[in-house]
């Protein structure tokens, strides 16, 4: 049986491709259904439709956010959504949609939170000096970026980094971890329990990644 996915964007979708390669391979029992973006011209619908997933722009401009919010959540339960995975979707969800499905909404941050949290990220990060960042997935919260954290992969930052340099490999940490939790939600083996991410582990997995 197949879990039953949505991604929510906003933008290029290089995390959203990222996860369906994953779903795609046979060992996967994810099934990515719907990609819904509330940007119009979202590179990501494009990559969602030549993968043969239903794709839809679902404009958010002027509504109240709960407004919205509600049509969002009707709209995948129509599709008889199991999770929804947030990749780059760049909107706060409010309780109407956390509500509808609890412990189920999960979202990825280039950024190790609690550090860095909101906009620009990597730009944060960088303009601060620290020598290590990297990416982290936790369930969504009303919150900005402050829900439990399920996984982190750090990024050492290299001398001669520049901020593109240094973002680049963020993301490709990004596109190793999500598809990661991806699976763990999809084989049953990721839950949040009293506000905490708990995860089964395998032999030889870990929460936590290491670039290079
Ligand atoms: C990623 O850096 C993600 O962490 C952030 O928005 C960016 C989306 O990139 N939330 P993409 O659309 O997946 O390429």
Redesign the pocket.
Known sequence: MTVRVAVL??????????LIDTAASSDCPAEIVLVLSNKEGAY?LSRARTAGIDAVWHDHRGKPRATYDQEVADILRRNRVDWVF?????RLLSPVLLEAFPGRVV????ALLPSFPGLQ??KQAFDAGVRVSG?TVHFVDAGMDTGAIIAQGTVCRQDDDTLDDF?AR??AM?HRLFPMVMRWAAEGRLALRGGEAVVSLATGESRSLLDS
């Open positions: 964007i906003s933008g290029s979708g290089t995390n959203l491709q990222a990501g947030l990749a780059g979707f760049m979202n990825i941050h280039p990220a990597q990416a973002s963020i993301l990004e």
